[in-house]
């Protein structure tokens, strides 16, 4: 170590780190164990870090830990890629494979362990299995703070935990198009990958592991052939959760046949305009019965210092005065099953919390979408086919853990001179200044004219007495 400073993104390439940020702005940083910046120190593994704060000068010093796995596996590190595991796996941890009767031969074609003794077949233990499994088990003695095997679960999927679990172990087989998993192709290997996490945990430094099954293109093709004899001989039950994508874009008219690319992002609209926005499932899909129903969709600027609801529970928010438009049939519902929602957005922009004046931030859509199996009816109750109509009681919404969070944006809205003579803010405005105007210009004819009447009977009132002085005056001379 030279203690030089490395800019991270500089590191990325061939020394085992890795920088990814998050659609919400979140850095996350992943090192491996033998990372050019790791350092080993007593039973942990150490990268030191310098990190500055975003409007500040000053650099932080943070050191990030892990400790050292104590694994058999040569590849001792935080992304463990399952190599080729052992039969010596004790009795009460085994994972039973293929049927009960299967033959020892038909056992070792799948990859499988054989015990002569007890007749069973059984997935090695720490590997990758032929018919397509992550096998893998994790020790609480893995960790400094131990934990409770059994509370172990894939990442953001409550209903993948272990298979098998005791007191100190934890065994799990997961499928590797299940329970999320992520895929990604790399030259002639594909590699998947499943992080383990604690269901809930209170912790500074809450566990998690990440692992990676690794197959090439032959072992992929025997696996293809293994599961397709595996499902004749033993159909296993579907019960896993899978990962769908789902896409927001915005259409250029309310006929959704041509939408704006995301590289023409970020996108001028025009205030008070409808914007046409449509989600769908990412296609090709892969349930056709799948249909999607939209929660709550609203908007926020880029500071985040507002938010504002467009659609709740899919209908349109009752208190907006402009309201999103929802294509409904003639019983106020939306299609039960469809894999596309639309919906439009009367745009307009946030006031800056410290001007009062309209913000010229870009602003984000999002919207929280559940994902319903062909058996569901996903049909949403709303009574607004417009934006002049009023929301009706809709029906109680079902609980589902297939629920999923999609965005869209940068949108940058734009006041243009049109849309400032259609603003009834600034109809108002100019309405009082002319009122005010002709009701000053009328008591200032008013004014004028009482003075001159004034002015008038003054002068009226000022001649007959000079001539009755005069006429005093010509008698008194008479008189003399």
Request: hydrophobic share 35%; with cysteine; net charge negative.
């Amino acid at each position: 170590m030279t203690g030089a400073r490395i800019l991270l993104p500089q590191t990325e390439e061939h020394c085992g780190m890795r920088l990814v940020r998050e659609k919400n702005q979140n850095l996350n940083l992943y090192s491996t164990y033998d990372s050019c910046y790791a350092q080993i120190e007593d039973s942990k593994v150490v990268i030191p870090l310098l990190v500055q704060l975003k409007g500040e000068t000053r650099w932080f010093r943070v050191n990030i830990s892990c400790p050292l796995i104590k694994r058999r596996s040569e590849r001792t590190q935080i992304i463990i890629t399952l190599l080729p595991g052992t039969c010596d796996t004790e009795e009460d941890l085994r994972v039973d494979c293929g049927h009960q009767s299967i033959s020892s031969d038909a056992c070792f074609k799948l990859g499988c362990c054989y015990d002569a003794d007890d007749l069973n077949c059984y997935y090695r233990l720490n590997a990758c299995s032929l018919d397509g499994h992550f096998v893998f088990s994790v020790k609480a003695t893995d960790t400094e703070q131990p934990f409770d095997p059994s509370s172990l679960v894939v990442k953001d999927q409550p209903r993948c935990s272990p298979v098998v679990a005791t007191p100190d172990t934890a065994i799990f087989k997961i499928g590797l198009m299940d329970c999320g998993a992520k895929m990604k192709v790399e030259g002639d290997v594909t590699i998947y990958e499943v992080v383990v996490t604690e269901k809930s945990t209170s912790k500074d430094s809450p566990f998690s592991l990440r692992v990676q099954c690794e197959y090439e293109a032959s072992d992929l093709a025997r696996a293809a052939d293994l599961r397709s004899l595996y499902a004749v001989t033993n159909p296993p039950p579907v019960v896993a959760q899978g990962t769908m994508g789902l896409r927001m874009r915005i259409a250029k008219d309310a006929s959704f046949t041509s939408f704006f690319p995301e590289d023409q992002l970020p996108l001028t609209l025009p205030l008070r305009h409808p914007t046409y926005v449509e989600i769908s499932l990412a296609q090709p899909s892969p349930d056709h019965t799948l249909s999607l129903h939209v929660r709550d969709c609203f908007a926020y600027p880029s500071s985040r210092h507002s938010v504002w609801t467009l659609l709740s529970d899919g209908c349109p928010n009752p208190l907006d005065n402009m309201r999103s438009s929802v294509p409904v049939d003639n019983q106020g519902k939306t299609m039960s099953h469809s894999q596309v929602r639309r919906f439009d957005v009367k745009t307009f922009a946030f006031l800056d919390p410290h001007t009062g004046h309209p913000s010229a931030e870009e602003i984000y859509f999002s919207c929280w979408v559940e994902i319903c199996p062909g058996d569901v009816d996903c049909a949403q109750q709303c009574a607004i086919v417009s934006s002049e109509g009023e929301r009706q009681r809709r029906e109680a919404m079902t609980e589902s853990d297939q629920v999923q969070l999609v965005s869209l944006g940068p949108l940058v809205l734009e006041r243009n001179s049109t849309e400032l003579e259609d603003n009834p803010c600034v109809k108002q405005k100019t309405m009082f200044q002319v009122t005010v105007y002709v009701l000053a210009g009328v008591c200032a004819a008013l004014l004028l004219i009482l003075l001159f009447m004034v002015w008038s009977s003054i002068r009226k009132g000022q001649k007959p007495v000079v001539k009755q002085v005069c006429g005093v005056q010509v008698d008194s001379e008479q008189s003399q």
